[in-house]
C-alpha cells in the first residue's frame, strides 16, 4: 500500500518531518510482548533482539505436529522457539539411532518406530507385534561394528517380558 500521499497531507496538517515505517508482524508481537501457548512470555519478546528466520523442517526435527495451528505463533508465523530448541535437538539425535534402522534385540531383529529425545525413550517394533520401550541409556554405538546396539543387561530384562 502506498502511503505517500497520506504523508503529504500529514506533513501539510503538522508542518513536521513525518516518517512512517512498515511494521512486520513478527515486530508487531515482539513490541507488544504477550504469553505464548506454553504460559511463558513470547520468545521474540523477553529472549532475543533479532528475529532468527524459522522453517518447518526445525520443526519436523524436533518430531512436532506439523498441524499450522500448534506450531504457530500469535503473530501467524512458526514459533520462534522453534529456532531456539533446535540446535539442542541436533546434538542429543546423536545419541540415538535413526529412525527406521533395526536393533538386533536378543534373536529378534527390532525396527526404531519412535525417539522422544525429552523423555529418553525409543520405541521399537519386532515380529510377532512385539514392541519394546527402552530407556536411552539401554542403547550405545558400537564404533567396531559401526552400529547401534542393546546393551546385554537390557537384552535380558526385555527377553524375561
Given at each position: ?31 507488544l ?56 535437538y ?13 536393533l538386533?534385540?536378543?534373536s ?11 523423555s ?9 507385534g512385539?514392541v ?5 541409556a539401554?542403547l ?22
Amino acid at each position: 500500500m502506498d502511503f505517500r500521499e497520506l504523508v503529504k497531507d500529514l506533513v501539510s496538517i503538522f508542518k513536521i518531518r513525518i516518517e512512517l515505517r512498515q511494521v512486520g508482524v513478527r515486530d508487531e508481537s515482539r513490541v507488544l510482548g504477550g504469553l505464548a501457548v506454553c504460559g511463558r512470555d513470547y520468545c521474540c519478546h523477553s529472549m532475543t533482539d533479532t528475529l532468527n528466520p524459522v522453517s518447518i523442517k526445525m520443526a519436523k526435527e524436533q518430531n512436532l505436529s506439523l498441524n499450522s495451528m500448534k506450531i504457530s505463533g500469535p503473530c501467524g508465523r512458526l514459533l520462534c522457539c522453534l529456532s531456539y530448541e533446535y540446535d539442542f535437538y541436533n546434538e542429543e539425535k546423536q545419541n540415538y539411532p535413526p529412525r527406521g534402522s533395526r536393533l538386533k534385540v536378543g534373536s529378534d531383529l527390532m525396527k526404531v518406530t519412535e525417539v522422544n529425545i525429552l523423555s529418553k525413550q525409543i520405541t521399537l517394533s519386532g515380529s510377532e507385534g512385539r514392541v519394546a520401550n527402552l530407556p536411552q541409556a539401554a542403547l550405545f554405538f558400537n564404533d567396531h561394528a559401526n552400529r547401534w546396539e542393546v546393551k546385554r543387561e537390557y537384552v535380558t530384562e526385555f527377553l524375561s517380558n
